[in-house]
């Protein structure tokens, strides 16, 4: 099992639309979690980390679920910029950052 | 822009050469990471400087190795290349070597072996 599994998508939805990413962990053990973006062929960019209480950032709304080990991102009132792949990330040890990645989800947001 | 940078920006090499590619971290990091990101994959943690000691590393083969310089900028040097190495190269800087802190991502190196 991949120790980070989401949906490779491609989410196809119009401007306007809401969406949502689901992603998976296998290590109960991880510390920190976080949701990057990055656009095609250029480098990931942190979106936001993500909190067992929930947070939000304007249209971005991002979940955590420590026992099914399970971490969501919602979009809402899509754009067409917010066309990128999105990155499930987590840290599996507190002492020093090794960011393990999902393989990505990518969104296109058309007219 | 993160203020990592790194060079070159690609770069094509030969099966069984060896190659540097170098990172400058963020001003007033003292922790740089290095990440391989094969086409459709996410990327790969390879390891980790902190103070210029290796701090942690991934699964991946000795030919590859690292150096961080009192300037905390660094090198990942790969030897004996091999067409699997083809991918993106990440550096990212980050003001600890604390799980949670944040890490700021260079625009990668392109890098092809033929």
């Known amino acids: 099992r991949k120790e980070v599994e989401q949906d490779p998508g491609p989410f196809n939805v119009p401007e306007g639309a809401t969406v949502a990413f689901n992603c998976t962990y296998s290590?109960?053990?991880?510390?920190?979690f976080f949701w990057y973006r990055q656009d095609c062929r250029k480098e990931p960019k942190l979106l936001m980390s993500?909190?067992?209480s929930g947070n939000e950032d304007g249209r971005f709304t991002a979940q955590l679920n420590r026992a099914s080990q399970y971490i969501s991102l919602l979009i809402r009132d899509s754009k067409l910029s917010d066309s990128a792949t999105y990155l499930c990330?987590?840290?599996?040890?507190?002492?020093?950052?090794?960011?393990?990645f999902g393989k990505g989800t990518m969104l296109l947001v058309s007219p | 822009e993160t203020g990592v940078t790194q060079s070159p920006t690609h770069l094509i090499k030969t099966r069984g050469q060896q190659v540097t590619l170098r990172c400058s971290s963020q001003s007033g990091h003292n922790t740089v990471s290095w990440y391989q990101q094969a086409l459709g994959q996410g990327p790969q943690f390879i390891f980790q400087y902190y103070r210029e000691e290796e701090n942690g590393r991934g699964n991946f083969p000795p030919r590859f190795s690292g150096l961080q310089f009192p300037n905390y900028s660094s090198e990942l040097n790969v030897n004996a290349l091999e067409l699997d190495d083809s991918a993106l190269y990440l550096c990212a800087s980050s003001g600890t070597g604390k799980g949670n802190a944040e890490a700021f991502f260079g625009q990668g190196t392109r890098l092809t072996v033929v």
């Open positions: 993500v909190y067992s």
């Open positions: 290590n109960s053990a991880s510390q920190s």
């Open positions: 990330v987590v840290n599996k040890n507190s002492g020093y950052s090794t960011l393990t």
